[in-house]
């Protein structure tokens, strides 16, 4: 059934069909993945552990990517306290992009990175805050 509109036919919102589009669980974003966030208004990006995402924004426990060749030398610095990454709430409206911090080829992930140079990974190293 479509109804008439100003003179053009439209299908009902009943009528349209939308596509289902079934994702891999890989390509599933769980809390406590790792990820980058990209940000705008300021641009910014951030590296960090997902904490919550909801329909008002989301909460990441991170640095910003400019920052990271800093914090890894705090904490290696043989004299430093225990540093923790700021937990952030990010509003929705601010949010560009989402994505998995995933190696790509032969480049690594900064997660691997940072597991290379700390010698454990965000995760772990996070859980002494914890």
């Known amino acids: ?34 990820v980058v966030v ?13 904490l919550a995402i909801n329909p008002s924004g989301i909460t990441v426990r991170g640095v910003d990517l400019n920052s990271f060749d800093h914090f890894i030398r705090q904490i290696n610095e043989p004299d430093g306290e225990r540093i923790g990454l700021p937990t952030i709430f990010f509003p929705m409206n601010r949010l560009e992009r989402i994505s998995l911090d995933e190696p790509s080829g032969s480049i690594p992930s900064m997660d691997e990175l940072f597991a290379r140079k700390i010698g454990r990974s965000l995760t772990d190293y996070l859980a002494q805050f914890a």
């Open 1 to 34: 059934m479509t109804r008439m509109y100003r003179g053009l036919f439209a299908p009902l919102p009943s009528e349209i069909l939308y596509p289902v589009v079934e994702f891999p669980l890989s390509f599933i974003m769980d809390l406590h993945s790792i």
């Open 38 to 50: 990209s940000l705008h208004s300021p641009k910014e990006k951030i590296w960090g552990e997902l």
